[in-house]
């Protein structure tokens, strides 16, 4: 699977999004509260991806995954499973939560710099599978 390329173009009059995806292994987590992993990835609204890292959490709690959304300055988090008081939380904190969505975390990505990733949004079936 191909990662969404960088871009090194900056102009600060466009629009950019730090965007937030709770990890297990290759996929977005199955639930907020477990992930072992994030990414965090900075999107250009007219040139894409310019800026992504992965941060290991040093335990999976949903209360130190919201501490480092603030901590960072996200502004979308995109998940899978999230538990109701986590969610209200980050819609109180002004952020965008975009859950319910399962699959790739590259092809999550790709959606959400296209601008048409949406909660629900099940990009699973569109994995190729090495098992026969």
Not at 34 to 51: C, N, R, W
Not at 111 to 132: H, I, Q
Request: net charge neutral; charged share 25%; with cysteine.
């Amino acid at each position: 699977m191909k990662k969404p390329q960088r871009s090194h173009r900056s102009d600060p009059a466009v629009n950019v999004t730090k965007l937030l995806i709770p990890l297990l292994g290759d996929d977005v987590a199955p639930r907020f509260d477990l992930a072992p992993e994030a990414l965090i990835a900075v999107i250009h609204s007219e040139s894409g991806l310019i800026e992504d890292r992965t941060i290991i959490l040093p335990e999976a709690s949903a209360e130190s995954l919201c501490h480092l959304i603030l901590a960072e300055k996200v502004d979308t988090v995109v998940c899978c499973g999230i538990e109701d008081e986590y969610y209200q939380y980050l819609i109180w904190k002004k952020l965008k939560v975009i859950d319910s969505v399962m699959g790739p975390y590259v092809r999550v990505l790709d959606k959400a710099m296209k601008g048409t990733l949406s909660s629900g949004d099940n990009l699973l079936g569109s994995r190729t599978s090495s098992k026969k």
